[in-house]
């Protein structure tokens, strides 16, 4: 972070992404594979948002659609 910076802080920013979109991503990721692997899948897309925490769109809209792309 830097000094400018008046942004939440990074862990705190993933966590309300985390919460906000875990369980709608879940649903559409279910959809897609067996449903064995799809809890495997979302944490694979939370570790890609974590790792890249800085390109995920601000807006809750945008960040959901975002990590939809990535599943």
Known sequence: ???TDTGPPRSQRFAHL???TYAALLRFVERRVHPSHAEDVVADVFLVAWRRLDE??????EAR???????
């Open 1 to 3: 972070m830097n000094v």
């Open 18 to 20: 985390y919460e906000q």
């Open 56 to 61: 995920v769109p601000p807006a809750a809209d």
């Open 65 to 71: 659609a975002w990590l939809f792309g990535v599943a």
